[in-house]
């Protein structure tokens, strides 16, 4: 071998001859120059410690192996742009942008550059394309290719072609697949291999019922014309120690709570849940402004919306509780609950109405019966029984902390009762998650995900779904008829998560009208949309305006494809432009299914009838729900200046004198929309 100037460079590769006289080759075309002798040893090096391990019964048939080996002279090849047809330099040859390098978007090589060198061994074709500073090796077999691509003697970038057709065929580069027509580049799609999936919870090995009720009862005054409540009465009850607060006791409803709180503080009640019911949108007005006065102590504020879903008062060495709405996980009145889990401790008549803007009320009233009026569903032979028990004379401390503590005591038992109906057929600890919703979601992940790979979405992807959310269609109609038909739907959700496909599995993302390559898309996906005019109800909706409507026409906007695929029966066409590919399967029957047939055979009374009816009911939202909640904290005046000029949608209210309930969310960059999780 000659000595090598500066612009000449040998090409080599390994090849076998085995005992029937064929040969085969060994690796890929490499290509060298006078300073890569530590690329050659390198080269020869790998093969000797990979490839030929993997050949080693291959190797007892072998007889001779060769360096293959050529001259190639980069000074003697022609200077042309990577996209001008080598046969004919007024034609441009279609190509497209991977890392800053053009690649041709031509199956056929021979317009790809200089061909410099075809070889054959074992049904693998090899052939060596030079184009100014750029240099191909190409491994081509029946099925496909596989083609690296050398500058100025470094990988930059290989990629595998896979011929599909006479015109079309896909280049995978790494996780992203281009799909080429004709020498166009028609749709890109590429893996997210970063996916997260939803994954199993393991199931409570033991019931657990440390839970407190609290109960609190407020009469409301008129006070500049707007209504002011505060509270007259509060109880506690932990299953066996019974504790009242009334206002005639103190000097202010707020020395009444912050005495029912502190009774809380104890090292016992640790990790213990108080529940009240409607606490996120009655009591926890009162509850929030005097928890958060309380000294040497810290409170977290976990609120969705407009709704108080807990609030963790940190006290003591480590320790804490932490007040729940009973509401959110059962939602339903204190009445109905009590009567659908047959408690005992139904409750008693109690004017309620009179301490509602009432001119006569009084803290220490004890006198007659209030008037029939301010009694709630109460008939008249009731109320003079009412009457003639308490011999006219009416006490309103004593009826009201036993019409308080009545309640109290009804709702720790109904909670106690509903959590050990959900642990007995399901394992779980009700207590453990504060809504109906969660709890559902809980049951589903203990036992019904099976090997599902739901995936956990956020980022961009979800930024871009969630424009195809935008809720149910709603109309408003003259409410007057003759001979008309009245229809109710029942169990709507559930029957549409037993019967339909949802999507999980990998994400893949595109660009492109994927149905140039695909039949039967199932994802979500941009598209430029058109509307007959004649539709008197259109049914593909968007968000316009901070507004769902359902235009005629053309819009563009992101819709789920089953969506799509039945707009298409009433006269809609579309042209898909990007989106994300799922896979599908059935993940809901299962659940429906085991809830559905529990329910039917629950006697409609009985409270299991109602908790697995809201259990099917409450699941499916879960999965809806946003995860780009809003940060709440209660700060001073000089953290919230802080958080207004450095936060988004920022929200406040004063609930101390300088101390604030702020809600907000961290300003997000367009990077992090880049994100996929």
Known sequence: MNPLEDSQYVTFQLVYKLSDNTFRSLGYLNKINKNDLDTLKGSLLFYHQNDFDQYNEVFKETIAIYIKYRYLDMSKTENKSLIVDIRDKNKVIPTHLVNKVQIPSLYNTEKWGILESKSEFGGIINYEISRKNYFYSVHQNKDGRLVKIFSKNKLIIQFNDKFKTDNYFIRTIKNSHYHFINGKLEVNIKDKKDTKFIDKIKQDSSITNNIITLDLETYSSNIN???????????????DNKLSFYLSDYN????????????????????????????????GVFLLRLLADIKDTKLDVLQREDKMIALTLNFGNKCQITFHDSILLLPSSLDKLSKA??????????????????????????????????????????????????????????????????DCIALYEILIKFNELIFERFSLNAFNYPTLPSLAFAIY???????????????????????????????????????????????????????FDMPIGNIKQFTGNILDIMDNPFGFFKCKIIAPKFLENPILQIRYNDRTVSPLGKFEGWF????????????????????????????????????????????????????????????YGKFGMSDNLPVHKIVNLETLDKIITSKDKVTIEEILEDLFLVSYHDIIEDKNLNDST
């Open 225 to 239: 014309n707007e209504e002011v409540l505060n509270v007259i009465s509060a109880c506690i009850y932990d299953g």
């Open 252 to 283: 202010s409803s707020d020395d009444l709570l912050r005495d029912a709180i502190k009774s809380l503080m104890n090292d016992k009640y640790n990790n213990y849940k108080v529940y009240i019911h409607n606490l996120s949108r009655f009591d």
């Open 341 to 406: 889990f047959n408690i005992d401790n139904k409750k008693i008549l109690f004017p309620i109405y009179w301490l509602l803007n009432n001119p006569d009320f009084n803290v220490s009233y004890k006198s007659f019966v209030p008037n029939i009026k301010y009694f709630k569903d109460i008939n008249i032979n009731d109320y003079n029984n009412y009457i003639l028990e308490r011999s006219n004379i009416w006490d309103l401390k004593t009826e009201l902390l036993n019409y308080n503590m009545i």
């Open 445 to 499: 992940r203990a036992h019904f995900i099976n090997d599902y790979k739901i995936p956990k979405i956020g980022g961009k992807i979800l930024h871009d779904i969630r424009k195809s959310y935008t809720g149910g269609a709603t109309e408003m109609y003259i409410p007057y008829g003759e001979n008309l038909y009245h229809y109710d739907i029942n169990s709507l959700y559930p029957t549409s998560m037993f019967r």
């Open 560 to 619: 789920f494809s089953e969506e799509l695929f039945n707009a298409q029966k009433y006269g809609y066409t579309f042209e898909i432009l990007e989106g994300y590919l799922f896979e599908k399967d059935n993940i809901f029957k299962d659940y429906v299914s085991v809830l559905h047939e529990m329910k039917q055979c629950s006697e409609k009374t009985s409270p299991l009838y109602l908790i697995y009816k809201l259990l099917m009911n409450s699941l």
